[in-house]
């Protein structure tokens, strides 16, 4: 069955994406999930981004929350040949933690690569919300209290940047979403892809 991610900065409407997604794909029976999960490994990601743990630190709990999210929701979902739509995934660490790592190791994304070398599900198809940077920031500007050191400006524009290296990597993977497009019109585009996805799928596994 199919795997399929949603990635994007802070700010990029990704929640209002999914809300609407939940509504327009439920003849598909998708397992809609996340990163970092609500589960006690998510939590514990949570704390260590409010305590601003040491990064390496960090990009292990996320990694371990990612694991647990493989063999809880995943796993069993792919298994009983259900779609999954996952906000976030392993793309989140290779953009986010590549950007927080630098400076602390030599080469943050082949390090965050070997992490998940072995264990991971490659996703087959992901969305990549792109945003101006400004534009996310003004969105996120509501929720200063809440504020997490991956949202401050300087880092969002490496990390889309980052993102962006990812898709041109992997162009196959990525498509590409313009978030200053109208919500509705956003939803309908990326609900036709993942129906595309889904059906190929399904047409592959035919006799
Ligand atoms: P998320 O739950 O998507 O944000 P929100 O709580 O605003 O809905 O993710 C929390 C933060 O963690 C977000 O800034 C993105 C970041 N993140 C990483 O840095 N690496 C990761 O692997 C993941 C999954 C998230």
């Known amino acids: 069955m199919v795997l399929i991610t949603l990635e994007g900065i802070d700010g990029t409407g990704k929640t209002t994406l999914i809300t609407r997604l939940l509504h327009q794909l439920v003849d598909l029976e998708p397992v ?96 990549l919300l792109l945003l101006p940077v400004d534009q996310a920031v003004r969105r996120l500007g509501g929720k200063h209290r809440r504020r997490e050191h991956f949202e401050q400006a300087e880092v969002l524009r490496r990390v889309q940047e980052a993102y962006i290296a990812l898709a041109e990597a992997e162009p196959w993977r990525f498509v590409l979403v313009d978030a200053t497009k109208e919500k509705r019109e956003i939803a309908r585009f990326v609900e036709a892809g993942i129906r595309r996805t889904v059906e190929r799928s399904r047409a592959r596994r035919r006799p």
């Open 32 to 127: 809609f999930t996340r990163e970092p999960t609500s589960g006690w490994t998510g939590r514990a990601v949570r704390r260590g981004i409010a305590e601003e743990v040491d990064p390496v630190a960090e990009a292990l709990l996320f990694a371990a929350d990612h694991a647990v999210h493989l063999a809880s929701v995943v796993r069993p979902a792919l298994a009983e040949g259900r779609p999954v739509i996952s906000d976030r995934y392993s793309d989140s660490r290779y953009a986010y933690q590549s950007v927080v790592l630098e400076g602390h190791l030599d080469d943050p994304l082949a390090w965050l690569r070997n992490l998940h070398a072995g264990w991971t599900i490659p996703p087959d198809q992901t969305y």
